[in-house]
């Protein structure tokens, strides 16, 4: 009898427990659908998986020990595909409204990792969705709530803290994010979602809002990807590349821009779910990127070419000036030289004729006054010719219709022997000499006597 009490009472435990397992296993499977809906990058169908899931785990008996797991889990969920999708206001609405549920028991739950998960995946999309405040106040106060825990260490708050450090750095309040990078730092490598890459990636993000150079900045990124990739999150690589691509392209060499899109296309192949309509966007924007860089570099070569073509035409002109310039400087010169020479020559014959004058009047008027007129002539001609040879040639080839007398009136002349002097001379009245004078300058063509005399010197050359 009482064997057949405790079978009938097993029975009955075991059929009551196949519907409560049945749900369990409805809520673990829309979980499941959710999960995998998100990968695919199909927000909207995640969403209402995850609400159901939540839905269905709230009417589980309380002596479940799943329930509270499952709704923290679906709870995560929602707010997590809520805050990357386009409905963050729905985020924190979920946040606010189950509040008491995502901390009750805090420092003792045994949903711990659950818990945290999911206040840090808030915080996280919060920053991602630029809602800094809210981030930076749930963070607070999670630290707040956590410092009476003896149950929590750093390691347990290091990926809320990274996300802080976001929201502080976009929120200038660089200080407070420099306060936690030591700690999250430390704890790089600790935990399987906090890696050297991560810190290096939210290095780079304060860096941005900071003084620091777009160099170091690239290179913390550069490093961030190299670690994703060694631990094969090739997810997260490709994030960091696209942030690389959107944010610096500006600032990347073309060397460096198809290095990024071949480990691009490394990442993508080996990443699991990424989003094709993404990567493809990252492509389409790399392809533009080329086109634009050939287009201006086609056109900075043709302007180099035509500048040139332009610096050799302006280099030509140039040297061509200054073979002109030297070439009339060389005339110049030569003409400063000949003049020189001319007025050298010049000033040799005016000596040479005041010395003859001068030795003419001394012989004539001082030595020997009464001396014979056509002695002194004969002396005064043997003179010219010896120190002029051309003279005599130059007036008869000249001016081959004078007579002896007006070829002597030339030579006294070039003397300047006043007409008084040179009537007396030639023992003629002074107004015969100046008729016969006149005749002179007709038959040289000359007006006056300034160009008389210029003729008469033109004979000595």
Known sequence: MKFSLSFILFLVI???KQPIQAQVNLVKDYIASAEKSYREGD???SLIDYQNAFSTSKDLSLNID????LQLKSLKGIITVSGMGTAMELAIEVFEKHETLIYNNLCASKNKAVTVGLINNFIAVAYHNTYLDVATETYQDFINRTEVCEEFGDIDIIQASANAVLAYSELKQTSKAIELLPLIKYHKDSIPNWSSADYEKVLAIVKTNSSSSIKEIIEHYKKAARGYERSENYRYALNVYNTLLNDYVTNLSTEELIWL????????????????DEYDEMMKQFGMV???????EEENKQLKNLSFVIITIALSIIIILLLITNKRNREKKNIFKRLYTTEKQLMQQQDKLSLLKNNFIKQNYIASPIKDIDKRFFDLYAVLIKDFPQLNFNIHNTYPDLTEKEIQMIYLSLLDISNKE?????????????VAKNRLLKKMNCANSDQFNKATRQLLN
């Open 14 to 16: 075991v059929l009551l």
């Open 422 to 434: 040179s009537a007396s001379l030639l023992s003629m009245t002074y107004g015969s000499y100046r």
């Open 290 to 296: 080329m086109l634009e860089r050939t287009a201006i």
């Open 261 to 276: 899109i071949k480990k691009s296309k490394t990442a993508q192949e080996k990443a699991s779910y990424y989003h094709t």
């Open 43 to 45: 927000y909207a169908s």
């Open 66 to 69: 799943e329930k509270e797991p």
